[in-house]
Nanobody, 129 residues
Framework: QVQLVESGGGSVQAGGSLRLSCAAS????????MGWFRQAPGKEREEREF???????????YYADSVEGRFTISRDNAEDTVFLQMDSLQPEDTAIYYC???????????????????WGKGTLVAVSA
């Protein structure tokens, strides 16, 4: 059974930084694409927004325009963990952030519009002005 457990969420002022972590188990992590999505307050699950993804070896990354240059996705295959470094946070970044995984071999851009196979339960990031 695939489990994705996020951590690192919290409250921060605008301009600050947070680093999210996601520990994965029950899948071949090194052969899976990993990603981050977010759901803003008041939005439905169907409105969950793509944030970032990488491919199985982490060489190719893909970001939403809204976070490009501010967020960085990375992974540690030895620890089965994926990270999301978030800098220059803004109030509009406030959301529940979900870790996701996918073992299918699609280009990273595919996941931006189609989502991923497996999901964590999310961690809340709140950015105040």
């Amino acid at each position: 059974q695939v489990q994705l457990v996020e951590s690192g969420g919290g409250s921060v002022q605008a301009g600050g930084s947070l680093r999210l972590s996601c520990a994965a188990s029950g899948l071949s992590f090194a052969n899976s694409a990993m990603g981050w999505f977010r759901q803003a307050p008041g939005k439905e699950r169907e409105e969950r927004e793509f944030v970032a993804a990488d491919d199985w070896n982490g060489r190719n990354t893909y970001y939403a325009d809204s976070v490009e240059g501010r967020f960085t996705i990375s992974r540690d295959n030895a620890e089965d963990t994926v990270f999301l470094q978030m800098d220059s946070l803004q109030p509009e970044d406030t959301a529940i952030y979900y870790c996701a995984a996918d073992a299918r071999d699609y280009p990273t851009g595919y996941y931006a519009t189609n989502g991923m196979e497996h999901w964590g339960k999310g961690t809340l990031v709140a950015v105040s002005a």
